[in-house]
């Protein structure tokens, strides 16, 4: 079987672009409102010659009441079935209580962990990646997944990682 890596993080963060980024197709259901994804939808890819297979997670309902629960539960899965993880946090809005408890929950799986600085469009955003380092899991690599910039960097550390 392919390693995995799952793409991981609160709803509208951008996972599914990122994914639609990584497999170099338009797959994965991105929206404007969040919450769209249907649970972990699988993908098949490749970078650097190596194959492994991509899980985007989601699906969960903005609306729901507890959505922070369910967050924090879809992590916890994601975790379990995953060689490496994807935490996509979007830098442009910084740190909110949902990235705090995906963050706890994927600190305690002990799962190699590489943390996303999402919608890092230009150079200025870049210091508001640097905020993402009180999330506990090291170094945040920016990158914009709507305009694919640093996105083969990203790739390159999760590689790394598994
Ligand atoms: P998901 O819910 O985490 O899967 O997020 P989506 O991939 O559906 O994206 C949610 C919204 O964020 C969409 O409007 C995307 O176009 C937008 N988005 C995703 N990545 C970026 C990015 O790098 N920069 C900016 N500015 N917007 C982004
Ligand atoms: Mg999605």
Request: glycine share 10%; proline share 5%; no cysteine.
């Amino acid at each position: 079987p392919l390693p995995v890596v799952a793409v991981v993080g609160r709803p509208n963060v951008g996972k599914s672009t990122l994914v639609n980024r990584i497999i170099g197709r338009r797959e994965a259901v991105v929206e404007d409102v969040p919450g769209v994804t249907r649970d972990r939808v699988t993908y098949e890819a490749t970078w650097r010659g190596r194959r492994f297979t991509l899980v985007d997670t989601g699906g969960w309902d903005p609306d729901a009441t507890g959505m922070a629960l369910r967050i924090a539960e879809q992590a916890q899965i994601a975790a379990e079935l995953a060689d490496v993880i994807l935490f996509v946090v979007d830098a442009s809005v910084g740190v909110t209580d949902s990235d705090e408890a995906v963050g706890a929950v994927l600190r305690r799986s002990g799962k190699p962990v590489v943390l996303a600085a999402n919608k890092v469009d230009n150079q200025l955003m870049e210091l508001e990646a640097a905020g993402l380092w009180s999330l506990g899991l090291g170094e945040p690599y920016p990158v914009s997944a709507l305009h694919g910039r640093a996105s083969g960097d990203l790739l390159d550390v999760v590689l790394d990682a598994l």
